[in-house]
């Protein structure tokens, strides 16, 4: 409702109850009230109150606060990781003694790791603590560690390799390990993908690329041809020992335990077999020794024994099922680690750009006080009618 509206209004009820009442005010005392009703009235409709900051301002003022403070955790756990590398470093540059360029780039690495960690654990005046990590965020050192790491390593993986695959396609020719019930198509076939790898990796590695190189041996997911040659020399020793058993019974009942064993290998999943043979390979010896004085009384006992065998076995293979699902989860959380890592840097990133423009007036000039015009210095009423 409007001030003008309101006033008539006004003036309607004050005129009304005058007529009611048996006397007059007089014109003088009725424009003084109304005049300062009036004045009053004016006066509230004529503020000017200086308008309220934006509130993307607003926004960006807390967002400035939240963006400038650093979570103690963050701090802590990038201190680990400079300590990590440092001592890796380290171990580079005892290794890299016939290597002298990178030799000295594992010794600056470590220099600049000792800069990284200073400024972190105490920023200098000019510094903050999220500047502090972002210098070392932007430094990526963990992707020249790598790449010092294959190039230490990545010359002696592949001469083992090429010994271990001539080791394991030597065997397979043998008839005893033909006759243990591996697949030895399916093992061949994939020795022949492994030399498909390794000539991949002999490529990369004499254009220099030695990351792509070393990410060529990732495919030994299921584990390395080194463990696939301990496994079937394993497999073989424990089948060879096996067959000496007299009993039937004794003798089926642990062959047939080591059935996961050698399914595992024909998978191509290498490492969980030798895991396994590792683990009940004592026991078997165990069970063999006692049946050369085997009984009746005693067989019971021996069957109870080979029982365990084939309950550890089982076992295994439900935890290592367990483990899978638990790594597959653990590199899902470490993925989402990752991309809040990268969202804080991206973040952190912004800041310094906002922080490097020119802060807004709105922020820095304070706001006027709020100014007041004066109330008109005349005021019409409309007359009223008078009772004498």
């Known amino acids: 409702m409007s001030s003008q509206v309101f006033m008539k209004e006004l003036f309607k009820k004050i005129k ?33 109150m200086e308008p309220q900051q934006p509130k993307e301002v607003i926004i960006e003022e807390t967002e ?11 701090i802590e756990n ?18 890299a003694k016939k290597l002298p360029e990178i030799k000295q780039r594992a010794e600056e690495i470590i220099t600049q790791i000792d800069g990284y960690i ?13 500047e502090a990590l972002q210098e070392f965020y932007d430094a990526r050192m963990w992707e020249e560690m790598n790449s010092i790491r294959a190039q230490l390593d990545l010359p002696r993986m592949l001469k083992d390799l090429s010994t271990t695959i001539k ?3 030597k065997l397979l020719k043998l008839k005893s390990y033909q006759k243990i019930g ?10 022949a993908e492994v030399k498909e790898a390794q000539a991949e990796a002999q490529k990369l590695q004499a254009e220099g690329d030695w990351e792509g190189a070393m990410e060529i041996f990732q495919m030994f997911e299921g584990g390395h041809p080194g463990e696939l040659e301990g496994a079937i020399r394993r497999l073989k020793e424990a089948n060879d020992k096996i067959k000496t058993i007299r009993d ?67 076992n295994k293979i439900e935890w290592v099922e367990e483990e899978e699902i638990r790594k597959e989860e653990e590199m899902k959380r470490e993925q989402m680690r990752k991309e809040e890592e990268m969202k804080k ?16 007036e709105t922020i820095s000039q304070p706001a006027p006080a709020p100014t007041v015009e004066q109330p008109p210095t005349e005021f019409k009423t409309e007359p009223t009618e008078s009772t004498q």
Do not use: W
């Not at 424009?31 to 509230?44: D, H, K, R, T």
């Not at 400035?64 to 963050?74: G, K, M, N, S, Y």
């Not at 840097?345 to 807004?360: L, R, S, Y």
């Open 16 to 48: 009304d109850k005058l007529k009611k009442r048996k006397h007059h005010l007089g014109y003088t005392t009725s424009a003084i009230v109304f005049l300062a009703m009036g004045a009053a009235l004016a006066q509230n409709d004529v503020i000017k």
């Open 182 to 191: 591996l697949d030895i198509t399916a093992i061949n076939n994939y020795l």
């Open 345 to 360: 840097q991206e973040a952190a990133q912004n800041q310094q750009q906002i922080n490097k423009e020119p802060v807004p």
């Open 167 to 169: 080791k394991v396609e």
């Open 78 to 95: 990038t201190l680990r990781d400079l300590t990590r590398m440092k001592t890796e470093a380290r171990g580079f540059v005892k290794r």
């Open 64 to 74: 400035f606060f939240q963006e400038d403070f650093v979570d103690p955790r963050e």
């Open 118 to 130: 200073a400024n972190i654990k105490n920023p200098p005046a000019d510094y903050t603590s999220r």
């Open 248 to 314: 039937k019974d004794v003798k089926a009942q642990l062959l047939e335990s080591l059935a996961p064993v050698i399914e595992a290998v024909n998978d191509g999943d290498f490492r969980f077999a030798q895991e396994i043979l590792n683990e009940v390979f004592p026991e078997i010896y165990d069970i063999i020794r006692r049946t050369y004085k085997m009984n009746a009384k005693t067989k019971p006992e021996i069957l109870k024994k080979v029982l365990g065998v084939e309950e550890k076995v089982q």
